[in-house]
């Protein structure tokens, strides 16, 4: 497991990226004046953030920690979603081009939706013992066990 416990091998952050990658590729398209530029930062901002959330969250060994770096980019990933509707709104993108990327943002909220219910899931049975079980300190290659709630199933495995 050490070779793929990478955020970079969630199937989650990797769409996350494309995602992303195509709102980077669609704005460029929106032509530049003072209002435009606003839209385009924020959209651009936040799909950004979608990302870089999971990996930060990823990059933790505290459940609580992790899922609220989930639930920041499941925010992050409505409010792109959001930022798509207006640039429909305004003509910029088509109806069909929103479509699409409006359907990849709420798949991505439903997968992180359902890693931070694991999470929570994880937090009330741990929450039920008596004394607290002793978990020694685990790095990437070192302890090569995956972060809850990814699974084996939520990597893929590198060439």
């Known amino acids: ?11 989650v952050w990797q769409r996350a990226q494309q995602l992303a990658f195509q709102i980077i590729q669609l704005v460029q398209q929106v032509p530049q004046s003072w209002a435009n530029a606003v839209v385009v930062r924020q959209i651009v901002s936040s799909a950004t953030s979608i990302g870089a959330n999971i990996a930060e969250g990823h990059g933790r060994y505290v459940p609580g ?34 479509a699409a990327l409006h359907a990849e943002c709420l798949e991505i909220m439903a997968i992180l939706t359902s890693k931070m219910l694991d999470l929570d899931r994880i ?27 990814f699974m084996d199933a939520d990597y893929q495995v590198e060439p």
């Open 123 to 149: 937090k009330r049975e741990s929450d039920t013992q008596v004394r607290e079980e002793l978990v020694p300190y685990a790095a990437p290659g070192v302890d090569d066990q995956p972060i809850f709630p």
């Open 65 to 98: 920690a992790y899922r609220n770096y989930l639930s920041i980019a499941r925010g992050s990933t409505a409010e792109t979603d959001s930022w798509l509707d207006l640039l429909r709104r305004s003509g910029w993108i088509t109806a069909e081009e929103e």
């Open 1 to 11: 497991m050490a070779k793929n416990y990478t955020y970079r091998n969630l199937i």
